[in-house]
């Protein structure tokens, strides 16, 4: 295991409610990132950390926000849940060089009803 | 921008047969491509890292080779067991950070 934890693991919520999901990592990694998977789409890059504080948008990053107070945790903030980000949500993290393996949370199933 | 492509979308074979499973990527300018097995429900796992430089990697029966100036990669898996079904996904990381970019997965079905 890469010492990634998601929370919650899986979520039904209403349209219009805000929605927090937790990424947790023991491995000290300086980069975390947010993907989404989608039937058709793949996994695409919503946003990503290279350190405390230090955030940066992905490819689907609009009606998203995130925060990283401490390397550990990564949060991924739907402001308003859109029945469009219906998804599967996973967190990643890699050591910071490019060369380097980048490892996978378990996902979290979000469902917006 | 760049475009991961694998094809064909599902593949089924017989136990025992030897594969390969295809990916091909638009821009040639990649520090790396990494290949990774997704079964139902689970997140996924990293299968193998082949950097720029290197023409490919073998682990255990499975290898992977990279052709950077036709924009290639392919997954070879030997013997085949059913264990081995699972969507495989490819991922190339580009030039400008550590961003990846997926293609859509080819999900394999290994019948007994």
């Known amino acids: 295991d890469a010492g990634i934890t998601q929370s919650p693991r899986h979520k039904v919520t209403e349209t219009g409610t805000p929605v927090t999901l937790r990424c947790h990592q023991t491995?000290?990694?300086?980069?975390m990132y947010w993907y989404r998977q989608d039937p058709g789409h793949g996994l695409r890059l919503i946003h990503y950390?290279?350190?405390?504080?230090?955030?940066d948008k992905g490819e689907v990053s609009d009606g998203y926000s995130v925060s990283r107070s401490k390397t550990e945790d990564f949060l991924l903030t739907l402001e308003s849940a859109t029945s469009s980000q219906t998804s599967v949500y996973f967190c990643?993290?890699?050591?910071?060089?490019?060369?380097?393996?980048?490892?996978f949370g378990e996902g979290s199933w979000l469902t917006v009803v | 921008k760049q475009e991961v492509t694998q094809i064909p979308a599902a593949l089924s074979v017989p136990e025992g047969e030897n594969l390969v499973l295809n990916c091909s990527f638009t821009d040639s300018a990649i520090y790396n491509l990494q290949w990774f097995r997704q079964d139902p429900g689970k997140g996924l796992t990293s299968l193998l890292l082949?950097?720029?430089?290197?023409r490919e990697q073998t682990s255990g029966r499975l290898n992977a080779s990279l052709d950077k100036s036709s924009g290639r990669s392919t997954l070879y898996i030997a013997a085949s067991q059913p264990g081995d079904s699972a969507t495989y996904l490819c991922a190339v990381r580009a030039g400008g950070g550590n961003k990846l970019t997926f293609g859509t997965g080819t999900q394999l079905k290994v019948e007994l």
């Open positions: 950390s290279y350190g405390v504080k230090d955030t």
């Open positions: 491995e000290n990694h300086r980069y």
């Open positions: 082949i950097q720029s430089s290197q």
């Open positions: 990643a993290i890699t050591p910071g060089t490019t060369g380097n393996t980048i490892y």
